[in-house]
């Protein structure tokens, strides 16, 4: 039973993960009580008219599918690599991760699809409290060369790299042990906890 909840946490956890991730990886930095109160104030209004014209530009409404699916396929493929082959022993049961993993993505690509109007306002309204005026009309002016257009286009190619897949992996096989000891640990203090205090039943109303 451990080893199957561990292995449906393997294919599961991680296609959470990059699913909700959206267009690219971020490394989370503590944000000092300044910078919190900055990113929760309303955006100027030039700024956010800035920013939406290079998220326009960026992300053009036509290819926005393709940029977010080409993403989530590319680390959902770099993710096999990495973290089922300790599978590879046992061809039935990888062929069962892999087959679910495949139901969850394609689950997962039309809920994606209606958040990503969502994801391009808050991308508008991130660039507009985090840039200032000045900053917005450099980009704006990148974006709107031929290189620029092309940068964030061309993103999923830059992921799908060689190189990206090579560190991505080694970064994941790493993670994985650590995924697995902190899953353990809270299922068994999960269990202790309704052990000792049984969920109420409820009633409906």
């Not at 690599?81 to 046992?90: L, Y």
């Not at 394609?106 to 409290?129: C, E, L, N, T, V």
Request: glycine share 4%; no cysteine.
């Amino acid at each position: 039973m451990a080893r199957v909840q561990r292995a449906a946490g393997l294919a599961i956890g991680p296609a959470l993960a990059l699913a909700a991730g959206g267009m690219s990886p971020a490394l989370a930095q503590p944000a000092t009580p300044t910078e919190t109160a900055a990113r929760t104030a309303a955006p100027d209004e030039r700024a956010l008219a800035l920013a939406r014209d290079i998220v326009r530009i960026a992300y053009p409404e036509d290819k926005r599918r393709a940029m977010f699916f080409g993403t989530v396929d590319a680390m959902t493929s770099q993710m096999r690599g990495a973290t089922m082959a300790r599978f590879n022993n046992d061809p039935a049961a990888k062929a069962i991760m892999d087959r679910n993993l495949d139901r969850f993505i394609a689950a997962s690509k039309p809920i994606i699809d209606r958040h990503i109007p969502d994801f391009m306002d808050a991308y508008a309204q991130g660039y507009a409290r985090e840039f200032s005026v000045a900053e917005l009309e450099q980009v704006l002016n990148f974006m709107k060369t031929p290189v620029g257009q092309q940068f964030l286009l061309r993103s999923t190619a830059i992921i799908a790299d060689p190189a990206f897949v090579a560190a991505n992996q080694a970064y994941l096989r790493d993670l994985q042990p650590e995924m697995d000891r902190l899953r353990d640990q809270l299922t068994r203090e999960l269990m202790e906890h309704f052990v000792k205090h049984p969920p109420k039943a409820t009633t409906g109303s």
